[in-house]
Every structure is written in C-alpha cells, then in structure tokens.
C-alpha cells in the first residue's frame, strides 16, 4: 500500500479518529496493530520477520546489561543475526540465480513481485540500521535496556518510518512513541499542511520530472550523449530529491497527527557548499547514524591507529590523522554503497563520494594556503558563489551512478556526457501543459527551500495570517496536487525499496 494511494489515505483517516478514540494509555500499543496492519498491506509474510528482528533485538540487549564476561559475545550473535535476516532477504536472494516464476497458492508470480509482495518486510534496511544502534548503545552504555518487549517491537515496526526513514535511535524515537498522545488540534493542523506539501513535491513535480528521465535513460532508441545526458542528470537530481523529501514530507506529518515528532530527513542539500555539507544535509539520519556507528568506531579502531602511528615516521602528526579521517570517509561511504546495493554501480558510487572527502581531508591545510597566496576571501559572496557550483556540477556528475546499473555504464555514460552534437534532446517529447507545470513547481520548491535557509517557517508565517488566507492557499495547493498529478508515472518512491 503506497502512501500516495487512495487506500492509504482511508487508512489514515480511520487510524487518527479511532486513535483518538481509545483511552490515552492505549495509545501506544493501539499503534503496533496500526503498524502491522500497515506492514501486512505490503507484504504479507515480511511483519514475521519484523517479529523475529524485534524479539533478537530485546533479548539481546537484555543479556548485554545483564551479562559482566560475555557482552561482546551476545552483541556479535545479536548483531549477526539482525544482520542474517538484510542479507538473505535483500543480497542472497535477491541474485539473479532465483530470478524465476514462483508458484504460490495456485497463482503463478514472477520471482522479484513474489519477493516484493509476500517475503521482503517494509523497511528492512531502516529498522535493520535502528536495531543495531539500539544494541551497540546498549553495549556501549549509553542508553538501558528496555524490559518492555513491545516498546521495542513499536520501534522495530512504527508504521510510518517503515516507507523510507528517517532512521532513528531509540534514545530518540522512545519518548515521542511513549508520551501521553492527546488531540492536539495544532499537530493535526501542522501534520497534514506537511503531508499537502509532500504529496505536492512527490505527484506534481517528482513523478512529471521521472518522465523525462525515463525518456532520456530508458526509452531513448539512441544512447543519450551530450547535453542529453547532463539535461538526464539534472533531471534525475530534482526527481530524487522531490520524491525521497517529499516522501519524507508526508510520513513525518502522518507522524505529526499521531502526536509524534520525528526529526528532520534534509535541510535544503542543493545549497550546499561542499560535498561534506551536502551528506550532511541529504538524508541526515543515515549520515548520522554513519558517524556515529561506522566514522568513529573505524578511526578509534586498533588496526587504524597502527596505520596512523606508522604514518607518523614520514608525515606530520596532524597530517597522519587527516589521512586517518580520510580512511575512515572513504570506508564509511563504501558500506553506504553496498547499503544500497550489491551493483558495482553502488561500489562506485562509495568510492566516488569517498575519495572526494577523502581528497578533502587531506588537502584542507593546502586550500587555506593556496587561499592565502591567491588573496581569496572565503566569506565573499563571489567565492560562495564558485564553491556552490562546483559542489552541483560535482553533485550532479554523481547522479551518474544512479542512473545506471554497473560500474561498467557509469563510466560509458561519463563519456557520452562529453559527446555533443545538433541532435541532443531529439528524445525529448515535452508535452504542452509540462512548459507550465514544471517550472512552476520546481520554482515554488525553490522558493519554500530558500525561505527554510533563511529560517523562516512557512506554516509558522501562515499560522499569523487572515484565516481565509490560511484557507485559501491549502486549497489551492489541494487544487494543484488535484489537477497536475503526473498520472503517467505516479507509482512508489523510489527510496521505498531499500
């Protein structure tokens, strides 16, 4: 069940009315019902192995706190065996060796909408990344071990983060699941302008955007070359980041109406100076649970230390640990890689962003001299200006991966993108009302994401208008997400399947 869906939306509205309808007590634990309705809309076996991961998850921290000699032995079984249920479900079976029909209760399925629809749980690759925070926390000392089994199974299964994130540790999510819920009229309001707002980027500007990128990667009888392929790469940026944010957008109102405030997913990445500022601002759950889980953990690790002390005998001190931090980038960004898949494409893509970083680290003593003798001023608007490009064309270029399926035609693609001739954009077949619609919206989430980096709140500035007003521009964004909606392309997220 897609959250764009009309069934979602009825499912919605009877989970708030009955939610506020139950005592306030029974809130929270109404919610995993919620939840496992939710999860078994999707898939229909996957809410067992939900089950599974959630009961390895609170017994072992369990034994961790209890444990005083074995902490780390209950931890690396726990761990491996969250681990085992990703790995089997997601890469060993998800390999083209059982790429055939399946024949299940007399249907016959092909093999990936088999997978998709009966076994493969909503959100494996999120709720796997908070479970593992939970127990490595627990070992860690830094958070207690839950006693209530279905505190944890709610973490594990909390309906709307099982779409695309965020990733949460519990430490965070606990006390907004487990707080007295009361109807809040101020959060219904807010959550729903946020879910309008969602639906707006995901239907009106993502799914209209996916068209072209499809004709430009997908359909063209030609390979793309030129300014095709960079017109594909610009396209594909603003189709990923309206349809993961504008995903993100609408499950954290969903949340919201529930009285649950889950924490910010982006913080307008496309204004980013560098590429170290832009993973800290696209889906920064996940680069702050990599920081927190693999960045620090691998430059305090044993074998890098050696590395570092070793480094010391031909380089400086601070430049051995530079070059330390820029192992540990470059790792952190190869397991993100594989994270989102076994393609060589994923590989690449790791070490693309890596090395960048990596490069980065090692050089930032270098930029402040060469800044220096080139009498730069790093606060004017003018060298603000270069970084911003550089940081989009670098940016940009990067889409390549995702865009296709290998190392292999990651590095072809790269090459036509320098091929230009007069038949660039003969694939094209831009329809009439799309001449409106697309700068349009691109232009009206242009504007929202440069009012959010001034800090100003949008809901927040409306709130203080004329309530017709307030009324007036829902309804016309109602209207627009009514009227605009790219039917053509509208399906799932395109994050939904990690």
């Known amino acids: 069940m897609s959250i764009t869906a009309v069934g979602f939306t009825i499912f919605f509205i009877l989970s708030i009315i009955s939610y506020y309808i139950i005592p306030v007590k029974f809130r929270w634990g109404y919610l995993i019902i919620l939840s496992f309705v939710y999860i078994y809309s999707i898939s229909v076996f996957g809410g067992l192995f939900i089950i599974f991961t959630a009961t390895i998850t609170y017994f072992t921290a369990r034994l961790i706190e209890k444990s005083d000699n074995h902490k780390k032995a209950w931890l690396i079984c726990g761990m491996a065996l969250s681990l085992a249920v990703l790995i089997i479900l997601k890469y060993v079976l998800g390999m083209e060796v059982f ?57 594990t299964s909390y309906f709307p983060q099982m779409v695309q994130g965020p990733i949460s540790k519990y430490s965070e999510l606990a006390p907004e699941l487990f707080k007295e819920h009361r109807l809040d009229w101020h959060n219904i309001k807010y959550g729903l302008q946020l879910m309008l707002w969602g639906f707006f980027k995901k239907l009106v500007v993502a799914d209209r955007v996916g068209t072209y990128v499809t004709q430009i990667f997908t359909d063209n009888p030609d390979v793309p070359h030129g300014a095709t392929v960079w017109l594909g790469f610009i396209c594909f940026g603003v189709q990923l980041y309206c349809d993961f944010s504008g995903g993100i957008d609408i499950i954290r109102g969903v949340s919201q109406c529930f009285g649950i405030n889950m924490k910010e997913n982006f913080r307008q990445p496309y204004f980013s100076l560098s590429i170290g500022e832009f993973w800290r601002r696209w889906h920064i759950s996940l680069g702050q649970w990599m920081k927190d889980y693999i960045f620090y953990p691998v430059s305090m690790s044993r074998w890098l230390g050696k590395t570092k002390k070793g480094l010391k005998k031909v380089v400086s001190r601070k430049m051995s640990n530079r070059i330390g931090m820029a192992i540990a980038d470059v790792f952190v ?35 402040v001299v060469w800044k220096k003798k ?37 590095f072809v693609m790269v090459y036509n993108s320098i091929r230009f001739d007069l038949t660039d954009f003969t694939c094209l077949e831009l329809q009439h009302w799309d001449w409106f619609i697309l ?40 209207q627009a997400i009514a009227c605009f909606v790219s039917v053509s392309f509208a399906g799932g997220f395109m994050y939904a399947n990690f």
């Not at 299940?104 to 493969?120: C, D, P, Q, T």
């Not at 749980?121 to 279905?150: H, I």
């Not at 603000?384 to 035609?409: H, Y």
């Open 333 to 367: 960004f190869i397991f993100v890689g594989v994270w989102h898949g076994l393609g060589t494409n994923y590989l690449a893509w790791g070490l693309y962003n890596g090395i960048i970083l990596a490069i980065s680290a090692i050089l930032v003593d270098v930029y």
């Open 99 to 155: 790429n055939h029909d399946v024949t299940f209760m007399g249907e016959v399925y092909a093999y990936k909408i088999f997978m998709r629809n009966f076994i493969v749980p909503a959100g494996l690759s999120y709720y796997t990344l908070q479970v593992l925070s939970y127990m490595l926390d627990v070992y860690w000392g830094r958070q207690k071990a839950e006693t209530n089994y279905f505190k944890i199974l709610l973490f």
């Open 439 to 478: 700068p349009l919206g691109i232009g009206l989430v242009l504007l929202v994401d440069i009012l959010h980096e001034k800090k100003i709140s949008i809901r927040d500035e409306l709130s203080k208008k004329n309530y017709w007003l307030q009324v007036a521009v829902w309804v016309l964004l109602i």
């Open 374 to 410: 080139l009498h730069i001023n790093d606060q004017s608007k003018g060298y603000k200006a270069f970084m911003l490009i550089r940081s989009l064309f670098l940016i940009t270029l990067g889409w390549v991966f995702d865009c296709t399926t290998s190392m292999k035609d990651a």
